[in-house]
């Protein structure tokens, strides 16, 4: 009996091979191709020229039209709930009839992203608009914030509109920088499901399509499918513009009542010590940013840097489905969430990562810092402080985001050690001395600094030692240019 390449028996049938399988079985017409032209042994079926028409019934009005259970897609690793796969059929249907087609680097339908987070994020429950008393609470909130950081910091305040935003307001002022900094990510993870080749024991049949750029735009899909569920349910988990670490939306600052309000309901404590703490933290993390754009442009190439690594390693999935009970579709998801389906990363992936790490951790450090010292005379600061680092250890909107979406997951241990950084420095050398480190990226510890801080000392000792110029400095030395040398007696 023959070997496949993965080692597995010929007669262990792939998973994506027995679902292309069913695909068939149901009305699809694999000689028609996947853009669904007509060529040798065109079929007479008359979803020929949709070939998804099968699978999603007349009309697309019904995604799991002709019984390929959603079972099926669990076999093949996919964890996705009803809603997001009601989403990712209709956009397959698009994408076959012409109206999901996309000029974006990634193949990726952006409108229908954007049309789909909103209808879960619709389907989740009530998401009333902010009436005009809270709005003008969120200003007031605002005001007070920044004579607090006044106090604390030397950055500048960044003098841009302060608003109340509804989740869907959230989503509509968010998405251009979710495009921005997932795209790369998008591309990359689309591009891979492209095959050069089908390996030459997988059927005909199976082999046009895989030879096609049907997997490409299914990658597509998919990608966007997962991009609107994420999207829907951290709208629903935010309170503010700058949650995950950075602006969402550049040249504005806001704050979403509906969030803080069950967030104080939740902790019992009062809705204005909830929304002043919070007030507090949009501000210092929007003046950070604007008084040094560096840190978003950073932030978005090492998303891209890390996305340039991602490719999908066939032959490590096909083991993978070849240990595990396809029969079980508990199994299989287990198995796919365990990572036994993530692509491995590479040497520069790491890098990228740990630099994406260090970089969150130290602007959530520095605003947790500054936020602890200009809430002091708050009642309830100290409990706030430890419920969002409670957040951040359980996973909080910067962690799930990047796990879900980039496939990154980052580390909320550098965050307190990024904390202790910040205090460290400024009793040492001062407010103003610990906030002009961000001026450049080269004076900002590293994450192996974060860990000790003795040899981020010792490098810095080292930069302030090569950017002086000793032949100047001897120069002024010998003509006498450090003031009148004390006299011999």
Avoid: C
Avoid at 172 to 178: L, R, V
Avoid at 183 to 204: C, I, N
Wanted: hydrophobic share 40%; charged share 25%; net charge negative.
């Amino acid at each position: 009996m023959s070997e496949n390449p993965t080692g597995g028996a010929s007669n262990e049938r792939d998973p994506l091979e027995e679902f292309i399988k069913k695909m068939q079985e149901q009305g699809f017409d694999p000689s028609a191709g996947a853009t669904g032209q007509g060529g040798k042994g065109a079929s007479s079926n008359p979803n020929a020229q949709n070939p998804f028409g099968a699978l999603f019934g007349e009309g697309g009005q019904n995604p799991f039209g002709i019984s390929i259970d959603p079972e099926d897609l669990k076999n093949m690793g996919m964890s996705f709930d009803p809603a997001m796969m009601q989403s990712m059929f209709a956009q397959v249907q698009a994408m076959f009839s012409g109206a999901g087609a996309s000029d974006s680097p990634s193949g990726v339908n952006w409108d229908n992203v954007k049309n789909q987070t909103r209808q879960m994020l619709a389907s989740m429950g009530e998401d009333p608009s902010v009436p005009e008393n809270l709005k003008r609470a969120v200003e007031d909130a605002a005001n007070l914030a920044d004579l607090w950081l006044d106090a604390v910091t030397i950055i500048e305040r960044h003098n841009y509109p302060v608003q109340a935003w509804s989740k869907a307001e959230w989503v509509e002022h968010s998405f251009d920088s979710w495009r921005e900094m997932v795209e790369p990510v998008a591309a990359e993870v689309t591009q891979s499901m492209v095959m050069p080749g089908a390996p030459e024991d997988v059927p005909e049949e199976i082999s046009q399509i895989l030879n096609s750029g049907f997997l490409n735009n299914i990658g597509s899909v998919i990608f966007g499918a997962q991009m609107a569920q994420a999207l829907a349910q951290l709208a629903g988990e935010v309170y503010s513009s700058t949650d995950v670490g950075f602006p969402l939306a550049p040249g504005s600052s806001a704050l979403l009542p509906n969030g803080y309000q069950q967030l104080a309901e939740s902790i019992e404590v009062p809705p204005q010590e909830v929304l002043l703490y919070l007030a507090v933290r949009e501000s210092a993390l929007i003046r950070l940013h604007k008084a040094n754009p560096w840190l978003r442009e950073d932030l978005v190439q090492l998303v891209a840097r890390y996305a340039r690594g991602i490719r999908v390693d066939m032959n490590r999935m096909q083991d993978a489905a070849s240990q595990v009970d396809m029969s079980n579709p508990d199994a299989v998801q287990e198995a796919f969430e365990g990572g036994m389906f993530s692509p491995q990363r590479t040497e520069d992936q790491e890098l990228a990562v740990q630099r994406l790490e260090g970089l969150l951790a130290l602007i959530e450090g520095w605003v947790s810092v500054v936020t602890e010292d200009a809430t002091r005379n708050l009642p309830k600061a100290p409990q706030l402080t430890e419920i969002m680092a409670r957040r951040r250890i359980d996973g909080g909107p910067s962690e799930q985001v990047f796990e879900n979406l980039v496939g990154l997951e980052l580390r909320p241990r550098l965050v307190r050690e990024a904390q202790q950084f910040w205090r460290w420095y400024e009793n040492a050398h001062g407010i103003e001395a610990r906030d002009g480190l961000w001026d450049t990226p080269e004076t900002l510890p590293t994450p192996a600094e974060l860990e000790d801080f003795t040899a981020y000392d010792a490098r810095m000792n080292e930069i302030s030692l090569d950017d002086v110029d000793f032949d100047s400095e001897l120069q002024k030395l010998l003509d006498g240019g450090f003031g009148d040398a004390p006299e011999e007696k």
